[in-house]
């Protein structure tokens, strides 16, 4: 689209048939419902030259036209009025839904997928109002805009639209500000990639426990309203603060995500932590309460404790399971956590931190083959940007950092049942101040 | 019967004002077509295949085969510049 419109160079893209639906609406929403596009079959990865040249001969398996034949009359057939669409798109988004018995009502919600397909409570104009009691923000303050992937546009969402979000997730009034602020952080909790991303959000400060959510046994789980109900909104506001997450159209991951049910919400367990919370290693004060956001939250490695003798083999083959586009984030139950100080000395986090990242290797002619490393690193690296550019003039075999260090981390999180602990392959997106919404 | 009044839940999109593409070509014949290899998958094999296509059968169109400066969540404006200044159709591929 910007070939066409910035550059005045005709264009064709050309995708896999599976996403078909997904690049129609997003020409449709950039103003080009008409875009020439084409289709192959899914997929292209790790098919032979030979089989790509028989996508190239064959069909495009959307419309049954020769695949050339549609590229060339792509560069060289004029645009007609249809293929244009009107001037303008009526867009309008209503601030009540027409009025309806309770039945019908939930089957609406249902139907439009404004749900997550568990039962939600109706957000009535009380129920509402009671949500909006607790924030001193204005119902009509745009509180921020998120979007489900890069080529989609922005959508704005209020005070209101998130509180009506939060009652239809059963949060209670007084989560309200931390529902705001993740809210605010425009991160998106229902990303449309298809490698099936969820989100977590770790909250720290006195907020922890003025609402009541769990640092400690099962605070990860399905044990805690809090934790349950402000990490659901989270995901339910994303998906309709955003226009919609709706699969083969706004949403593609290929698997689907489990812990996009409540975004992975849980409380650090500050108490028992031998570091620093979270949040003050983000610039906030110890005082202040803050929730902060990861993205991806796919892979997970685990394991009991570390043991005296080979407790540095053991964390570096968890982290060698992960994926290197998704980095680790530590979550250390208390136990596990003191582990960390007793056999390593790591006193400080900054130092467990610097320690996975020099454990955290493997040989660059296997880390450069990576599919993530090709899609997404490698570009960067060899256009000069660090320190990937670096990692290019490794030997094959030379042993290079797998993760960023500032892309590592580490929450403290569960309840000493256990030293059981694990890490999560996620990206850290941002820190937002709760206190700011009350 | 009882009826409720509820809020929607749906965000604001922002206003979509049709954008103009750009002019069609009469032909491809003596013109240069740049494959836009967008760094994603196996997209390079796939355009070298396009490529191998446009030799054979519209050898009268010169193609050169590119790839985006970087990772394709990122505007590339140098080579849409080398595109528009040196090409007169592209070819972006390939969307998964």
């Keep these: 689209m910007t070939l066409e419109t910035r550059y005045g160079v005709p264009t064709v893209a050309v995708h896999t048939d599976m996403f078909d639906r997904v690049v129609r609406s997003v020409a449709q929403v950039n103003g080009m419902p008409g875009l020439r596009q084409v289709f192959v079959p899914q997929p292209i990865m790790g098919k032979t030259p030979a089989q790509l040249r028989a996508y190239v001969d064959g069909r495009d398996p959307i419309t049954g036209r020769a695949v050339m034949q549609e590229v060339v009359d792509g560069l060289t057939r004029p645009f007609t009025d249809d293929e244009l669409g009107p001037l303008d798109f009526d867009r309008s988004t209503p601030r009540l839904v027409e009025p309806d018995t309770e039945d019908n009502l939930h089957r609406l919600f249902l139907h439009n997928r404004w749900t997550d397909m568990l039962p939600i409570v109706l957000p009535t104009q009380e129920r509402v109002a009671a949500m909006l009691a607790h924030t001193r923000r204005r119902p009509d303050e745009i509180v921020g805009r998120m979007r489900s992937t890069h080529f989609r546009e922005f959508w704005a969402y209020t005070v209101e639209k998130v509180a009506v979000n939060a009652v239809m997730a059963g949060a209670r009034p007084d989560y309200f500000p931390v529902i705001l602020a993740l809210a605010a952080t425009g991160v998106t909790a229902r990303s449309s990639s298809s490698s099936a ?50 699969p083969g159209l706004s949403y593609m991951g290929n698997q689907g995500n489990g812990y996009a049910y409540t975004s992975l919400t849980f409380a650090e367990n500050e108490e028992r932590s031998p570091w620093e919370p979270f949040h003050v290693g983000h610039g906030r004060k110890p005082d202040e309460s803050a929730v902060s956001v990861f993205s991806g939250v796919r892979a997970t490695s685990f394991t009991l404790g570390l043991r005296e003798r080979f407790w540095r083999e053991h964390v570096r083959n968890l982290l060698r399971g992960l994926d290197p586009n998704g980095p680790p984030t530590l979550l250390l139950d208390p136990i596990a956590a003191r582990q960390f100080v007793d056999r390593g000395g790591f006193t400080k986090k900054d130092a467990l931190i610097d320690w996975v990242h020099d454990t955290a290797l493997m040989p660059a002619g296997e880390y450069w083959d990576y599919q993530l490393v090709q899609n997404y690193i490698y570009p960067r690296a060899t256009f000069g940007e660090e320190p990937w550019a670096s990692k290019l003039t490794a030997a094959p075999d030379d042993l290079i950092p797998m993760f960023r260090r500032e892309d590592i981390h580490v929450v403290v999180v569960g309840g000493e049942t256990n030293g059981y602990w694990r890490i999560m392959g996620c990206n850290y997106q941002k820190t937002a101040t709760v206190d700011d919404w009350r | 019967m009882h009826t409720l009044s509820v809020l929607d839940p749906v965000g604001f999109p922002p206003k979509v004002t049709r954008q103009a593409p750009a002019p069609r070509l009469d032909t491809l014949d003596g013109k240069t077509v740049y494959l836009v290899d967008c760094r994603f998958d196996d997209s390079d094999v796939f355009l070298g295949q396009m490529r191998a296509w446009f030799t054979e059968h519209l050898p009268g169109a010169r193609t050169v085969l590119t790839r985006i400066s970087s990772v394709y969540l990122h505007d590339d404006p140098t080579t849409w510049k080398e595109i528009q200044s040196r090409g007169h159709a592209a070819i972006l591929g390939v969307g998964h």
């Design chain 1, 197 to 246: 991303m969820a989100a977590m959000a770790v909250v720290n400060g006195p907020i922890r426990h003025e609402i009541g959510m769990n640092a400690g046994t099962g605070a990860m789980g399905p044990y805690n309203h809090a934790n349950a109900t402000i990490g659901r909104a989270y995901g339910l506001l994303s998906q309709n603060g955003q226009g919609g997450s709706v």
